[in-house]
RNA sequence: GGGGAGAUACCGAAGCGGUCAAACGGGCCAGACUGUAAAUCUGGUGGCUCAGCCUUCGGAGGUUCGAAUCCUCCUCUCCCCA
């Protein structure tokens, strides 16, 4: 199967240029490519790692990705298919995310020999002469054809600023000179940036006289219950583990809905295409063997071998015995800690089962805590050394919260 | 620059002097049912030393026994006109 005919089958294409061109060209030969990524947080998330899957294949194939750092763009701001002004970064917080990006994505792709490039859009934007730019630039940009895009729409209703208006039009300069400075013929991003790819071409079309470039977009990914994929409601799920640990990465994909399986075995693993299909045809409870496979191998993907391992030995302790006890999230408290006794939602606030002592007090009183197993009564029943297992104390929350002290003394 | 509308908890959105820690919906959390899935039903959803107290309704002041609600100024957003 063809490189292109693979991102095909794994949903990786939503919109293309030129179908027929890219297959050829991605078909043919080594093919330059471009993937811009705005440092708008501390660390990539699963959103980012969707396109970095698909510059991981390329290369693969023998293509030649560029990393872009958007640091130049992201103190612009995209509104694509924002509703409001996105609030400012700071020049310093942008930087230091993209440093962030630039650490993070070493995992993924190897950059030695120049394989594959890593490169900051501030590099030039920043230098741009504001006539000059205009001149060469702006020109060829169509208000009316921005305005008519669908990525505008909404804002329109609601208000565009001026900088955020220039977004694409910056956007399409990186195209531009990485083409000058890479032959670089592809670009390829989230479907919501295909108005700002597509300018891209054109204006490189314009510019170079060329008919070589092309862009393309990955599908939005979205879950079956149509949110957006990779948002939890206390937030993103981080690439860094300092801001999600794997055990908690790998809990995400083992949570994930029954109906989404196939589709992220597909896009966020390399397992192959056929051994996919048949981790499909699981039913019922069986399918939980297939987000086994899944949560194990992005996590081993993110966090590498040992952590997917220790993540994988930790939920299975968790939850269905066997696995390493000492692998579950857990926190170390001297013995005198439970002398004479901590009322039991002190302790589920104090280990971050709760956020506050009233919502550990509501979770108890609703029946949702447990220690080692046995559900808590009261609210304030103290937990002493007489709960101490194997040196440990079990808390837990709800199904799917477990939380292990470690009684140390 | 002129005129108008608005800013309420995670989001949307009521409230227009006390009965407001603030209706309703979504989200989220818990319980039941389950498979660490979905759907459904039930309860919960500011903090604390929790039948009580404290801090919230863009910000700062003020009026009042009492303010999310009234007044003044400020900040921001949107709409119309230039």
Redesign the pocket.
């Known amino acids: 199967m063809g490189c292109f005919e693979e991102l095909k089958e794994r949903g990786f294409v939503a919109q293309v240029t030129d179908e027929d061109a890219v297959r050829r060209a991605l078909d043919e030969g080594p093919v330059t490519f471009y993937v811009g990524f705005d440092p708008t947080a501390a660390s990539p998330h699963i959103g980012n790692l969707y396109p970095t899957m698909v510059m991981m294949h390329l290369q693969r194939h023998g293509h030649r990705p560029i990393m872009v750092l958007g640091t130049g763009t992201t103190m612009i701001g995209d509104p694509s298919g924002k509703t ?2 996105r609030q400012m970064l700071s020049v310093e917080q942008i930087r230091s995310n993209a440093d962030a990006f630039r650490r993070a994505m070493n995992r993924f792709l190897h950059f030695e020999e120049s394989r594959a490039l890593c490169v900051d859009n501030a590099e030039w934007l920043l230098q741009l002469s504001y006539i000059d730019f205009l001149r060469d630039v702006g020109r060829h940009f169509s208000v009316n054809r921005m305005l008519a895009a669908e990525a505008y729409k909404q804002r ?6 001026f900088i955020e208006f220039n977004y694409q039009i910056l956007q399409a300069y990186d195209f531009l000179e990485l083409y000058r400075r890479e032959t670089c013929t592809l670009q390829i991003g989230g479907d919501d940036q295909w108005g700002n790819i597509l300018a891209g071409v054109d204006l490189v079309r314009r510019l170079e006289n060329s008919t070589t470039v092309h862009g393309m977009t990955t599908p939005l990914l979205t879950t ?2 149509g ?1 957006k994929m990779g948002k ?2 206390d937030g993103a799920v981080w690439i860094d583990p300092e801001l999600l640990s794997p055990y908690d990465f790998f ?1 995400y994909w ?6 989404d399986v196939e589709k992220l075995l597909k896009c966020y693993t390399f397992l192959p295409l056929d051994e996919i299909a048949s981790l499909a045809r699981l ?3 069986d ?2 063997k297939a ?2 496979v899944l949560a194990y191998e992005v996590t081993r993907l993110v966090h590498g071998e040992a952590a997917a391992e220790e993540a994988r030995s930790g ?2 302790a ?3 015995g066997g696995g390493d006890v000492s692998q579950m999230p857990t926190t170390s408290l001297p013995a005198a800690h439970f002398s004479p006794g901590v009322p039991a ?2 302790l589920f ?1 104090a280990v971050g089962l709760a ?5 550990a ?3 108890l009183q ?3 805590g ?1 220690v080692n197993e046995e559900r808590i009564e009261a609210f304030d029943r103290p937990i002493t050394g007489e709960d101490v297992r194997e040196g440990a104390i079990l808390l837990r ?5 477990h939380h292990r002290i470690q009684v140390e003394g």
């Open positions: 409001e002004l329109l209703e609601r208000g565009l600023s079956a219950s949110a939890t409601a809990q083992i949570n994930v809905d029954d109906r039913e019922g409870a399918i939980r987000k086994d939920a299975r968790a939850f269905s939602y002190e606030h956020g506050s002592k009233g919502d007090r509501r979770l609703q029946g949702g447990y929350a709800g199904k799917k919260k």
